[in-house]
């Protein structure tokens, strides 16, 4: 590859600018600073699109589970970045993001919280705030959908029984999991945490919809109210 260091993209040799590449090479041959400099389409008045790529993935440690966490407002403050680049960065991550998850085989048996949380931690991934979900279930105890619940800030989100088992009630389930997060990264249930797991458990057993488990997800692991003989 020619030396390229602040010479505009459309001086460098063709096989060496990304879009010419990926045309010549596929995708797979492009890096990740290439890639996202596709992406963004141009860079600043002092670097190209691919320096600028590659600082920004250098700032957040060239790890893109990293980046992909990084609000809007957050890849802004790059210079050369403005608003339409930052959303073109957020979206391609997320459209990755769900091509992953559409990629899940068939619906397993979710007995067991293990089971749960691999099914269903793409939920949680990346998230700076809480998010509460529950996970509708059919007599198999395989998933009929997620639905997401509540969303609120970085240590708290408000989860209303209302809402969460009317639709429980509209698609006949026949059992839950309730799922939230903690972006902190603390695994322990807090006190409200644990009272609002046993006011749904209550409403539960009076719909007769069994409630399988309460999960807190963080992105090192999961904490289980079933396994923990908490609900």
Do not use: C
Not at 15 to 22: H, M, V, Y
Not at 175 to 201: C, E, V, W, Y
């Amino acid at each position: 590859m020619q030396n390229s260091t602040h010479r505009p993209i459309l001086a460098w040799a063709e096989e060496d600018r990304p879009r010419e590449k990926l045309l010549l090479q596929g995708p797979k041959a492009l890096s990740n600073a290439e890639i996202l400099a596709i992406l963004i389409g141009s860079g600043s008045r002092e670097k190209t699109a691919v320096e600028l790529s590659r600082d920004i993935l250098s700032h957040f440690d060239n790890n893109l589970d990293v980046l992909a966490s990084a609000s809007v407002d957050k890849l802004m403050q790059f210079k050369g970045i403005g608003e339409a680049k930052a959303i073109a960065i957020a979206s391609a991550l997320e459209l990755g993001r769900r091509r992953k998850e559409s990629r899940l085989e068939e619906k397993p048996v979710l007995n067991t919280s293990e089971k749960a949380y691999i099914y269903f931690k793409h939920l949680f991934y990346d998230l700076s705030h809480e998010e509460f979900w529950i996970v509708l279930l059919d007599k198999a105890l395989k998933p009929i959908r997620p639905v997401q619940i509540g969303r609120g800030g970085v240590s708290a989100v408000i989860a209303d029984p209302k809402l969460i088992f009317k639709p429980a009630i509209e698609s006949l389930s026949s059992a839950l999991f309730i799922f939230h997060n903690h972006p902190s990264g603390r695994l322990l249930p807090s006190d409200a945490d644990m009272q609002l797991t046993k006011n749904m458990k209550r409403v539960a057993e009076i719909l007769d919809i069994k409630l399988i488990d309460h999960l807190i997800f963080t992105n090192k692991g999961y904490f289980s109210f079933s396994d923990q003989n908490m609900l």
